[in-house]
């Protein structure tokens, strides 16, 4: 039963994690398209890590953006606390996804061994 309290409320942390800093962050750095992959919070509610994929070909921008959403976790668990019904709203680590870098790499790589 806990499991599931926790996967709904990943599931809400997601959203509104997103729609908080699409909606009411206003950081310039916040200017590449980015995505909330997942949410994983621990059970006793005190730390959630959150996978945050950008898409940006500019490297600089990309760091940037992730910056800004590192920087806005304070105001996005602030927010959090007034809008959810919960006692305690967790602290959020931001992990960037380089899974798409990854992938890229690959198709590039594959794409010189078929030139060859």
């Known amino acids: 039963m806990a499991g599931t309290r926790t996967e709904k409320l990943n599931s809400e942390f997601q959203k509104s994690i997103y729609e908080i ?3 009411k962050v206003k ?16 059970k006793e509610l005190q730390t959630a890590k959150v996978l945050v994929s950008i898409f940006s070909t500019d490297k600089e921008k990309s760091d940037l953006t992730f910056r800004a959403i590192c920087d806005a976790s304070g105001f996005i668990r602030q927010t959090l606390s007034k809008t959810m019904h ?23 790589i594959l794409s010189e061994i078929n030139k060859k």
């Open 21 to 23: 800093l699409t909606k």
């Open 27 to 42: 950081d310039v750095r916040l200017t590449e398209m980015f995505t909330i992959l997942q949410v994983d919070t621990d």
């Open 86 to 108: 919960i006692r305690t709203v967790p602290k959020f680590e931001f992990i960037l996804d380089t899974s798409m870098q990854y992938s890229q790499r690959i198709n590039d």
